[in-house]
């Protein structure tokens, strides 16, 4: 198949290629930024450009559209729709430009609301923060482009928050923390983390590839989940720590949070540290996988090897 990447440069896209190539696939990059491990595959464009992207689509069978505004710190807010929602609407109207039938959109659990228990892809949405309010607005875009003709195909994967070697997202945060000796336990740690390592998440990607479906909403973690206070003590053991990391009551933790708020404020700088990620990181994000559990995919790696190679990579080589 011909198949363009919107954010291919990206962390997860680069995995996702690696992926498709041994399968036989054709690959086109559209991203802003030039992917360094693949730059022959590569259309520089944004998102936001309908003219560019609709060029790019040419010849396409199949598109993913994983370019989004993800961070928990974008400014101006307006990015989050600007991309996450105005872009997808792009990427419909390319595809409906060049006759492309079949569209594989990697949303976000971040459409859940927080502290939900066991979210299952039933739940009615009720995001929590301007990226899910945003990635919502995103499915509804395709699924009405879907429902406009029974010959479109869409996948929607809502994955939960995703690392890996090479990412800096939160949990990477996390991992340099741990690595710093600064790192504390906020509460009783006993909360459920549903996180998801690229390796397996790229892999379950582009198994959907040359599958059909009309809608398909497949929710997207690594099990079994690990507790807040058992991912870090996991780390802290790959990175040859017995230390125990010691532990502050969430009202400390959340205090030390939105000083960090205040004082990004004053600065305009930009911290690992704010009440926002202490939030998310204290709150039972736990996922429900039944439906992925029967789809017959099967993980290339426990999430724990996904710790270990991760660590291995970024702070033992």
Not at 222 to 246: C, H, N, S
């Amino acid at each position: 198949m011909n198949i363009l990447i919107t954010g291919g440069s990206g962390f997860i896209g680069t995995r996702l290629i690696e992926n498709l190539l041994k399968e036989g696939h054709s690959i086109k990059i559209y991203d802003k930024h030039v992917s360094t491990t693949y730059p022959d595959f590569m259309v520089e464009g944004d998102v936001r450009n309908l003219e560019i992207l609709t060029k790019a689509c040419q010849s396409i069978d199949l598109i993913y559209n994983l370019a989004a505004e993800h961070a928990d710190n974008v400014t101006p807010l307006s990015l989050y729709k600007d991309v996450n929602v105005d872009g997808a609407q792009n990427v419909v109207d390319a595809a409906k430009a060049n006759g492309i039938k079949n569209i594989i959109f990697t949303s976000s659990v971040a459409v859940y609301p927080l502290d939900a228990g066991e979210s299952n892809e039933s739940l009615e949405p009720a995001p929590f923060n301007e990226y899910g309010i945003t990635k919502l607005a995103a499915e509804k875009v395709f699924l009405k482009w879907q429902a406009e003709d029974k010959d479109n195909s869409l996948f929607i994967v809502r994955p939960a928050a995703v690392f890996g070697e090479t990412n800096r997202g939160n949990i990477y945060n996390l991992l340099k923390q741990i690595h710093s000796g600064k790192f504390v336990n906020i509460g009783k740690g006993d909360n459920k983390k549903s996180i998801g390592y690229v390796g397996n998440i790229a892999a379950f990607l582009a198994s959907l590839a040359e599958k059909k479906t009309t809608v398909d909403i497949y929710n997207y973690t690594d099990k079994p989940d690990m507790t807040a206070r058992e991912m870090a003590d996991y780390i802290q053991k790959e990175l040859g720590r017995e230390k125990k990391i010691p532990s502050v009551p969430l009202f400390v933790g959340l205090m030390g949070g939105y000083a960090f708020d205040i004082l990004s404020k004053i600065t305009g700088k930009k911290f690992p540290v704010s009440s926002i990620r202490i939030k998310k990181f204290t709150a039972d994000t736990s996922i429900d996988t039944t439906k992925l559990e029967n789809s017959g995919f099967k993980r290339p790696y426990t999430l724990q090897e996904g710790f270990t190679r991760t660590v291995k990579a970024e702070f033992l080589s």
